[in-house]
């Protein structure tokens, strides 16, 4: 049985819980003592510490009652919902970064493109197997691909790439083959000479339609927004520009589709002129075609662009590492925050909010592959920067589980 480190305990943990646990599939939980409580019992506890109703005799009542009060917060996972943080012993093929990796089902995780350490870009697609925690590589792309976008088709069975790195126009459509070790790839549209940089592709299922959005790379301004029809019976007629759209161009906007608001929302990203970082949430109304800047904002700026999107919670799930910037010299001011945080905006209710990853290893960085697994409630990530720049690229694969 494969093993991993489960980082707050200190200690390797099976891979998989026991079933008959009823916390199985949720694998285990932090210490309590490396948690905080829900801030709505934080004033109950000062409360109790500070009575005077209580004699000295009934010190003792006091006390027992507050260690009661902890036991039932420490066993109940709604109140205490910080994440749990793994990285496997199982490692990667070799080191990249910029890559990008899709949940296809069952327990199958593909991993698309990227880049070394060389800062060579990868044309190589891999399969995770979640249950025997190993790398195989299954195929390659018909071009180079990094820092794109991707997404899973499951009435087709295949998953649609956006390249994103410098002069990588097409639009990849790979077919998966379940039952052995290989795919299929082919170009699904070409934006010409528009190559786009930094990628996001949000799929809608129920109009079977994809929404690209990236920064032309030096031409072109404003002119980084598409819409994939995959009903348009040319290939080349499916990539559709949608020009007039967006006030700027932004790169690294992550992105999702909501089928119960009937909306894409992009959240974040870089606005290209003066590298401002955003916090924004813009609205998009595929029936209008209309985009509208949402008054609600990001707890802090982000500008990777990886988040997973619950379907079932209706919760958008978005990766934050502070320290990323932070070792090239130019981090924007995001306060006195030491470790990577989980943003996460509920489209239904526009809550947005953050879980401070306590247990997150300082080292780990960003720019990794990013896939959600909703039967498990794991967020994994494959390879990504390493915070030492001259390391730059990672074989590791670790999980966050929610």
């Known amino acids: 049985m494969p093993f991993r480190k489960h980082f707050g305990m200190n200690r390797n943990v099976p891979s998989r819980p026991d079933s008959s646990s009823r916390l199985a599939g949720r694998d285990y939980h932090v210490p309590w003592e490396g948690r ?21 005799s009934s010190k003792i009542l006091q006390f027992s009652l507050q260690f009661f009060l902890i036991g039932i917060l420490a066993c109940s996972s709604s109140v205490l ?19 990008t990796a899709e949940y296809v089902g069952g327990n199958q995780i593909y991993i698309i493109g990227g880049e070394t350490s060389e800062s060579t870009t990868l044309d190589t697609v891999f ?12 195929g390659h792309l018909p071009g180079f691909a990094s820092t794109g976008g991707c997404a899973f088709v499951p009435s ?4 649609l790439y956006m390249g994103g790195g410098f002069w990588i126009p097409d639009l990849v459509r790979i077919s998966l083959n379940r039952s052995g070790d290989s795919i299929s ?3 699904e549209g070409n934006l010409g000479s528009n190559h786009l940089m930094f990628t996001r592709l949000a799929w809608d ?43 700027w161009d932004v790169a690294n906007a992550a992105s999702f589709y909501d089928s119960v608001t009937d909306k894409v929302y992009f959240l974040g990203g870089i606005k290209w002129r003066g590298q401002e970082r955003l916090d924004t949430i813009y609205e998009w109304d595929p029936v209008n075609e209309t985009l509208t800047l949402l008054q609600e904002r990001l707890p802090l700026q982000e500008t990777d662009g990886k988040l997973i999107w619950d379907q079932e919670t209706g919760t958008a799930w978005i990766f934050h590492d502070s320290n990323a910037w932070t070792t090239r010299g130019n981090a924007p001011n995001l306060g006195q925050i030491e470790a990577p945080v989980l943003m996460f905006f ?12 306590e247990h ?3 080292h780990s960085a960003t720019r990794f592959g990013m896939a959600w697994v909703p039967e498990l409630k794991r967020i994994y990530m494959f390879g990504g920067n390493s915070q030492n720049w001259g390391a730059y690229a990672t074989d590791r694969i670790q999980y966050i589980q929610l």
């Open 36 to 56: 905080r409580p829900h801030p709505k019992f934080k004033n109950l506890f000062t409360s109790l510490k500070n009575t005077n109703f209580l004699s000295s």
């Open 81 to 99: 919902s910080y994440p749990d943080v793994y990285i496997l012993n199982a490692t990667l093929p070799i080191a990249f970064t910029y890559t």
């Open 127 to 138: 399969r995770f197997n979640i249950t025997d925690e190993t790398t195989t590589l299954v």
């Open 156 to 159: 087709e069975d295949v998953i």
């Open 185 to 187: 790839s082919t170009i």
């Open 205 to 247: 299922a129920i109009r079977r339609q994809g929404y690209i959005l990236g920064k032309p790379y030096y031409e072109n301004p404003g002119q980084g927004f598409y819409r994939y029809d995959a009903s348009i019976e040319n290939v080349q007629e499916r990539l559709q520009l949608l020009g007039d759209v967006w006030p």
């Open 346 to 357: 509920k489209p239904t209710t526009r809550e947005v909010g953050s879980l401070l990853l």
């Open 360 to 362: 997150f290893l300082d």
